[in-house]
């Protein structure tokens, strides 16, 4: 299925600033109500704010970090797969991607295994975090 042009375009720049490791422009595709679902906790985070700075910190913490494949089941909507290594853990994970017809990012969801690597994923996630996301959990 092919994206709607104003999501690809979105994704390019995504895949583009990971490319690069330069996430100055990431607010630029994502709505400020958008929602982030973490693979460490039940509740999602609301705002695009929240969504930039988990964003903008997993990328620091994973090494090695790559995209193998993508999916697409409607013209909004993407399923990336990506590996990274936390520490000494190897770990696999999707992420699944809503857009709004503006090409902007509307919920972030992630995935990790194994349940190893998801643990020192939270780990690090919670010490550069930890108390940001409390918050952002709070306000909501």
Known sequence: MQLAPAVQ?????????VSIA??????????????????MAFHPYAGGDTLATALRTVLTVFEDFRYHRQFSA???????EFSARVGTRDVKGIDLIRFNDDGLITDFEVMVRPGSGLAALGEQMSEKLGAYLKAAKASK
């Open 22 to 39: 330069d996430m100055r422009s990431l607010n630029e595709i994502i709505h400020p109500d958008a929602v982030f679902r973490s693979p």
């Open 74 to 80: 409607d013209q909004h909507n993407v399923a990336l």
């Open 9 to 17: 375009a979105s994704l390019d720049k995504w895949h583009h600033m």
